[in-house]
Structures are given as C-alpha cells and as structure tokens.
Antibody, heavy 117, light 111 residues
Framework: EVQLVESGGGLVQPGGSLRLSCAASGFSFSGYWMSWVRQAPGKGLEWVAIIKQDGSEKYYVDSVRGRFTISRDNAKNSLYLQMNSLRAEDTAVYYC??????????WGQGTLVTVSS | QSALTQPASVSGSPGQSITISCTGTSSDVGGYNSVSWYQQHPGKAPKFMIYEVSNRPSGVSNRFSGSKSGNTASLTISGLQAEDEADYYCCSYATGTTPWVFGTGTKVTVL
C-alpha cells in the first residue's frame, strides 16, 4: 500500500524557516517524480514544487522560487521542502504527492504551516 | 501563470448528471493532454480521479468521465450520489516558469 506521511509543520514567525519532510513507503520511491502542493485555509490547491527521480531537475511556482528548496533522499525514501523567508501568505496545509502519468496519484494527509507573529 | 478557471459551484439532484468546466489557454489545457482531476472532501486530502484528460485510475467509479475541447477540459459526474458532494479541482501541465497549474476549484452540491 502506498503511503506518504508529512511532518515538520508548525507555527513560525514571518521571515523564519521550516523544513517539511515526507516519508514514503509501499512503492519504489526512487522511480517517481515527487511534488509538494499546498492549500491555504479555505482556499484552493496550489502546486508548489516538483523534483525528478534522481534530484537532477527541480521546478517551482513563481511565488516560492528562491525561498523554497525541494530535495529528496532516495536511500531514506524521503522528500523534503526547505522553506526560508516565510511570509504570512505561505500559511497553508502542505501535501506531498507522487507524480505518475502526468498527475499526482497518491497524496499524504498534509501538514499545517502557520506563519504568524 | 494564472490558475485555470472553474465555476465556483455546481449542483444537481441525485441521479442527475453534472459537468464541471476547466478553462485555460493554449499554453496549458489546450496545448497538452496532461489534464487531471481531483476530488476533495472537507478536511481530507485530495483524491486522484482522472488523468490524461479522460482516463480513470483503477478503483474510480465509471460515473466519472473526462473530456477536452480546445482550451476547456470537463469532468462529468453521471448518476449523481450524495457521496459525490465535494470540491473538485482540475490540473494541467503548462509552458512557462511554472509547469503545473491547478484550477480554482468547484464545490459540487447534491440537492
């Protein structure tokens, strides 16, 4: 059974940093692109970042480029999102998702990031 | 890259069919067959429903179907059931600096 479990969310002050983790199991993690998608409270889904199987390609939404870094450790079956210079508008539930057939076919349960003073 | 445009809400009675539109441009929906759809119940993670415009993953009811014409993709739910009441989002590959873009989301209400 495919499982994705996010962790690392919490309350952080504006300008601060946070690192999210996503533990994957039940599939060959190194064989898939992986994404982060976020959802602000009461709002819609927003794609955030994606990373290739070997980490050699990474892409970001314009609003986080230069502040967020996506990475992975295939030996640990883990995906990460390093978030720096956080802003109030980054407040959201962050989901990790597996990419397959040009879609996000499995999703984690999400972790809440709140940016507030 | 702007979000794809979906109607804010669509409603129907049990047993009826409804269609949700997802309008983009030739740089996203119209240019690629990489449109997917997701269902999200309140407080839950999104669920994968349709990929590559019209393909259903295993386990998804055949009451859900997808299509595309020009710059607009559509999700049709036939034989509407109470459990279909949820938010629905489309997503498409896009050229430019942001390779994936979601729709604005549609709330489906079963009357």
């Amino acid at each position: 059974e495919v499982q994705l479990v996010e962790s690392g969310g919490g309350l952080v002050q504006p300008g601060g940093s946070l690192r999210l983790s996503c533990a994957a199991s039940g599939f060959s993690f190194s064989g898939y692109w992986m994404s982060w998608v976020r959802q602000a409270p009461g709002k819609g889904l927003e794609w955030v970042a994606i990373i290739k199987q070997d980490g050699s390609e990474k892409y970001y939404v314009d609003s986080v480029r230069g502040r967020f870094t996506i990475s992975r450790d295939n030996a640990k079956n883990s995906l990460y999102l390093q978030m720096n210079s956080l802003r109030a508008e980054d407040t959201a539930v962050y989901y990790c998702a597996r990419d397959n057939v040009d879609s996000r076919d499995y999703w984690g349960q999400g972790t809440l990031v709140t940016v507030s003073s | 890259q702007s979000a794809l445009t979906q109607p804010a809400s669509v409603s129907g009675s049990p047993g009826q069919s409804i269609t949700i539109s997802c309008t983009g441009t030739s740089s996203d929906v119209g240019g690629y067959n990489s449109v997917s759809w997701y269902q999200q119940h309140p407080g839950k993670a999104p669920k994968f429903m349709i990929y590559e415009v019209s393909n259903r993953p295993s386990g998804v009811s055949n009451r859900f179907s997808g299509s595309k014409s020009g710059n607009t993709a559509s999700l049709t739910i036939s034989g509407l059931q109470a459990e279909d009441e949820a938010d629905y989002y489309c997503c498409s590959y896009a050229t430019g600096t942001t390779p994936w873009v979601f729709g604005t989301g549609t709330k489906v209400t079963v009357l």
